[in-house]
């Protein structure tokens, strides 16, 4: 295949801030890349690089000649007061240039003008651009060409930013964060067009179906480096573990023998003359390799909820419009505990407003939401929070609380608490103005949390928030013990946290699925007659209720210490054999062994499931 880029070298650094050094990689025709780093480690700064918007330190870049490159940025930004299709037409592309010089020159009467703006319309085949414009924005859901930019929603505004990019059929494709602010159509229709397309891609997103299904490559950014992975995203998350594992074995090596090398160099003054200084340079490389970090660092998000009564919320008759159109229509419903609400439905449906109003912050037309008494909310929001830039990070956390307090054994200070959302101490110091859009995010979350809410309420929590934060959000809210309400495009994150999901049609009507968002889209697969969820309760599945059933009996809360117990050894078992396994040493009874293994993984297994069973109950 034929080289499209090359990256030789490249470093870029903010003043003392290194985002990566020398990092040199090559995309080939027909790849299908990745981008994968945490928030901070400069991914849209290299997009932006690449794409000729910011100049990097050092290195080279080397583009094919004459490749047709499209680029669109994380935020895509347009004057306002144009229309939809005028914004399209004002590209740089020969065709764009060619309609502008044909209008001007039909308005200025000028017949020498009109001639040579003719002669350029057929140069560049530009005769029917504004049509193929119009079948675009039309498969991108935008039918109102004269609307103007500015009254666009975030989402409507990407699909009008894919248009502009999609038009000239570019040869490449450099893509930031593209399923942003989309709905899960929008994402589903951008994702069967870059897969079947053999345009050539490289993408930073954080949506996990969406790298899993369309890349052959990964690249990650790491500790001001890249790592390069030929496979899709599974694939990178099989050999990224090894990757680790293998550094922090050769860490740990080096700490080892940098103790030993370092009683050597520490000997007496008169002895150092004699010392090789092969061995002594040696020592210092030897340093610097045992100062690396042992482990990349993870958001630790072990924060436990407040105690929530019974009785959550029940909306009587509610109804709500915005004009002509209708948000809620007579909308009844009794929320359980412990419920695991996922709403998913097309931008500007009123996703956001039906959150809204159960916070009490927009005002239903008719109708009333009746909340329990113990409710408390935490609120991450789909517009997020306007920090004072001019503030630090640990100011923001001490306008909430100087000191967070769940129970006896988690008590932290707002430091602690921030240190767990890897924000060390030396970063809390940062002025807020000088956070990455996804720090910003995770310094959100963070504030969000330290109020200790135990109903979770979740606007797009995962636009711009990294892979590892999203990961483990999604591990805390699957233990979380409370409520919780999230809207999301991320079908991988709504797969991991609800358990039924609300589809709002847009005709204010509510439909309830007993199921997370990939088992309703394969119901609407095996339903393709139908476009929405059929309300009558004996066609579909049963709900799933999550109340809470009666409380552990004594003998049962025997049986739950002891299964802990049961899981503590059977985990300590297995992994002393996969140790034993990966040895490499002659094991004798390796066929009784590895039956054991099965077993004790079985016997784990059933002992988690009946764990899990029991601990809910518990509460």
Known sequence: MASYLQVENLTKSFGAHVLFTDISFGIAEGDKVGL?????????????????NDTPDDGSIVYRNGLR??????????????????????????????????????????????TQAIQDMDNAHAWDYEERFKQILTMLKITDYEQPVGSLSGGQVKRVALARLLINEPQMLILDEPTNHLDIDMIEWLEAYLKRSHITLLMVTHDRYFLDNICNRILEMDQQAIFAYDGNYNYYLQKRAERIEAQNAQVERARNLLRTELEWMRRQPQARAHKAQYRIDAFYDLQER??????VGNVDLDVKATYIGKKIFTAHHVSKRWGDKVILHDFNYTFARYERLGIVGDNGVGKTTFIKMLLGLVTPDSGHFELGETVRF?????????????????DAARDIAEFVYFDERHQYTASQFLSRFLFPPAHQQRLIAKLSGGERRRLYLAT???????FLILDEPTNDLDITTLGILEDYLTGFKGCMIVVSHDRFFMDRTVDHTFVMTGDGHIKDFPGNYSEYRAWLDAHPADKTVKPDKETAPARRRVERPARLSYKEQRELEALTATIEALTAEIAELDTLFGSGQAIDDITERARRYEQAKQELDAAETRWLELSERAG
């Open 290 to 295: 045992a100062r690396r970090p042992v482990d």
């Open 36 to 52: 994968i780093a945490k928030n901070g480690t400069g991914k849209s700064t290299l997009l932006g690089i690449l794409a000729g």
């Open 69 to 114: 490159l499209g680029y669109l940025p994380q935020t895509p930004t347009f004057d306002g007061a144009h229309t939809v299709l005028a914004t399209c037409l004002r590209g740089d592309d020969e065709q764009s240039r060619a309609v502008r010089a044909y209008e001007l020159a039909l308005h200025s009467a000028d017949p020498a003008a009109t």
């Open 448 to 454: 969000v949390l330290m109020r200790k809410p135990n």
């Open 378 to 394: 935490g609120y991450y929001s789909q517009e997020g929070i306007d920090f004072d830039e001019s503030k630090r990070v640990i």
